[in-house]
């Protein structure tokens, strides 16, 4: 099956990731009407595939991965590919509004589902005919797999491209960085970086007997880059140990924000900079959580925790280090749109909040700002 073909079997237009029957139908038409300018399903098909045309062109590949099933205490994360598609609409001169950004949709997600190894025979079976029917029997059916066979499609048809993956609960750091490691370190020679934003550490080696989920991903993420110091999270302080305890065991690199207070962003980047160098690292992937952020800028996520870090501080560390260290891959996960309604100024607040990172990336990429994709 060609790369292309793929896409158009396990993928969906933008904002059509999450299944529906009834409830949410109507919002999700007019938002995927909007989106691509069309009036029904027919023109909505052709729009996104006058997308795909242009793959080959594109400085960013944006992935909606529309599934919180990995996620633990509060759900909601589900929705925020498709709200921030809808915040993007009223910013034509968004980084990810560029004629450069190819948006090639959401992963097909069936909303029981995580990874395949989580599943039997039988219902990789029923699945499979409720997804592809007799189209392509041999296609992986979850939400996890799904996002990896896409990304491995997308570095064949968008080369130059830098993929930008929506979550979703952050278990999808976990295929979106693999795909990544396989891509620029194992298969492209270049030694990466990872730097990782968010309140947890993720670095269980299992949760519950769950291998990958949005608790573990980042152990899996460092046993890939073998335990060599290049993971490096930033934003830590809801954890049943302390640094100490994770740099001894894991040999990662921990910012804990009452460790950051009074420092400069520029500070604190020459010291990752020179601890990446030291490692030899030549690229940047950014795994960026939404709870790493203080709840003041984004309450609306599952595990908000206080005391996090200012939008200035993660975007400065973002924008210089990917400026010394190329930027090769990206998530943005854990936005959860219908939580913390209960805040005044949310989820908006939230929004707003998540685009700055996502303009962040696409400006590390270099897309033709400003612009619109049409």
């Known amino acids: 099956m060609e790369p292309r073909e793929r896409l158009e079997i396990i993928l969906r237009p933008a904002g059509g990731g999450v299944y529906v029957v009834s409830t949410g139908l109507a919002a999700q038409q007019a938002l995927q009407q909007a989106l691509y300018g069309a009036p029904d399903a027919q023109g909505i098909q052709a729009a996104w595939g006058r997308a795909l045309d242009r793959l080959?062109?594109?400085r960013v590949v944006v992935l909606g991965v529309p599934s919180d099933n990995g996620a633990g205490f509060t759900r909601g994360a589900n929705q925020a590919p498709a709200a921030?598609?809808?915040a993007l609409l009223a910013q034509?001169?968004?980084?990810?509004?560029?004629a450069d950004v190819v948006d090639v949709g959401d992963v097909r997600v069936i909303p029981h589902l995580l990874s395949e190894g989580m599943l039997s025979a039988p219902q990789i079976a029923a699945s499979r005919a409720a997804l592809?029917?007799?189209a392509?029997?041999?296609l992986p059916v979850s939400p996890l797999a799904l996002t990896t066979l896409a990304l491995d499609a997308l570095a064949t048809l968008?080369?130059?491209a830098v993929p930008v993956v929506l979550g979703g609960d952050h278990s999808v750091g976990w295929p979106a960085f693999e795909a990544a490691w396989r891509r620029h370190e194992r298969d492209g020679g270049r030694r990466l970086g990872l730097l990782h934003f968010d309140a947890h550490t993720d670095l269980l080696p299992h949760r519950l007997g769950v291998d990958y989920c949005f608790a573990t991903w980042a152990y899996h993420a460092n046993e890939l880059l073998g335990r060599d110091g290049r993971l490096v999270q930033v934003g830590i302080r809801a954890s049943g140990h302390d640094r100490a305890h994770w740099e001894a065991q894991l040999n990662v690199r921990q910012y804990w924000p009452d460790g950051l207070a009074g420092r400069s962003v520029d500070a604190v980047a020459d010291e990752i900079a020179a601890h990446f160098e030291a490692l030899g690292v030549d690229a940047l992937y950014v795994s960026n959580d939404i709870d790493g952020?203080?709840?003041a800028w984004a309450a609306a996520t599952g595990t908000p925790a206080p005391g996090g870090l200012t939008p200035t501080l993660v975007s400065g560390l973002t924008r210089r280090l990917a400026a010394r260290?190329?930027?090769v891959g990206a998530d943005l996960v854990e936005v959860a749109p219908p939580l913390a309604g209960e805040v005044p100024g949310e989820p908006a607040r939230t929004l707003r909040t998540a685009l700055g990172y996502l303009a962040d990336f696409g400006d590390l990429a270099g897309v033709s700002r400003p612009g619109s994709s049409g």
């Open 293 to 295: 952020t203080d709840p």
């Open 84 to 86: 921030l598609r809808a």
């Open 325 to 327: 260290f190329p930027l």
């Open 92 to 98: 034509p001169d968004h980084p990810l509004r560029a």
């Open 132 to 134: 592809y029917g007799d």
């Open 136 to 138: 392509a029997t041999a």
């Open 158 to 160: 968008a080369p130059q």
């Open 56 to 58: 080959g062109s594109a």
